[in-house]
């Protein structure tokens, strides 16, 4: 069994098979796949024309997506689980993270389980731009507050603003993490910090977009993400200096209407976080898209 290990240079390969037909969850991009290099080892292959994408660690081995291919059909999932075993020394490990709804069907008759996992939050791009209104209101209010207040300035982010953005990044997850000393929600800022260090490091090469925003010449707030479908936008990092009342709301508005040209914005899902799964709703989406786990049927 022929493994490729994912590098730079597979981006078009997977830019093929991502695009040959409409995702909606956020994980479905390239970017998005590719900042868990730090963490996993990424490997593909293509079986019958469908792209297979396989992340392993310390534990064992899944499928980060589902076989990207216009049809998923029973050969090709047997082909999957197939070098998953190979991998796998235990065959409960062997899994789909990420499934999509609208393939379900599917699973269920070639005989496989599965299971709901998360959901992304995806929003009108039109109302985090406008916040008008009385479910906007309070976002409203914090956004004029830090206009009032603050010495700013808003603008795209470049490779020299690489190390403030770490340095905030370290001043954010202390602030996050002072009353929560629970092991895996340390371990979660850590993993944030060593994906973001590996967007940053490949940032023109993966296509996204950054923006700052500067409060007295200093960075205080940072916001990156790409492009998922023709017309979604998917926000990927968020940090701002929590001690600057509306800077969050600020940037998260500014960025939204600098994206004119996409209907919805995803925000991803909540980590199974109730604070997290609070502000993205406070947002007031207008959809959530699930994602399921798919395992072979007893």
């Excluded at 235990?90 to 299971?115: H, T």
């Excluded at 202390?174 to 850590?190: A, G, V």
Aim: net charge positive; charged share 25%.
């Amino acid at each position: 069994m022929k493994l490729n290990n994912l590098s730079l240079k597979d981006k078009k390969i997977f830019e093929k098979y991502l695009g040959a037909y409409r995702h909606e969850l956020s994980v479905y991009a390239f970017p998005n796949i590719y900042i868990w290099k730090e963490f996993f080892r990424i490997q593909w292959q293509v079986i019958d024309e469908a792209l297979c994408v396989y992340f392993t660690d310390k534990i064992g081995s899944f499928l980060y997506l589902e076989p990207l291919a216009k049809k998923i059909t029973p050969r090709v999932l047997s082909g999957a689980f197939s070098a998953l075993s190979f991998l796998n020394k235990n065959p409960e490990l062997s899994r789909i993270e990420n499934a999509e709804e609208k393939n379900l069907e599917i699973y269920k008759r070639a005989g496989y389980v599965f299971q709901q996992k998360s959901s992304d939050y995806v929003c009108l791009r039109g109302d985090l731009a406008a916040l008008k209104g009385n479910a906007f209101k309070s976002k409203r209010a914090s956004c004029n507050y830090f206009v009032k207040h603050c010495k700013f300035s808003f603008t795209p982010y470049k490779s020299t603003d690489k190390n403030a953005c770490f340095k905030l990044y370290d001043l954010w997850a202390e602030q996050r993490s002072h009353n929560r000393k629970e092991d895996y929600y340390q371990f979660m800022l850590e993993d944030s910090r060593k994906s973001l260090k590996v967007l940053l490091n490949n940032y023109k090469d993966l296509n996204c977009a950054g923006r700052l925003v500067k409060v007295d010449n200093q960075i205080k707030g940072f916001t990156f993400g790409f492009k998922l479908n023709k017309d979604t936008f998917c926000i990927l990092y968020e940090i701002t200096d929590l001690t600057i009342k509306g800077l969050a709301q600020f940037i998260f508005r500014q960025f939204s209407r600098d994206l004119s040209g996409n209907k919805y914005i995803n925000i991803m899902d909540d980590s199974g976080l109730e604070n997290l799964k609070r502000v993205k709703l406070s947002y007031h989406p207008v959809k959530l898209v699930p994602a399921f786990i798919v395992k072979r049927g007893i």
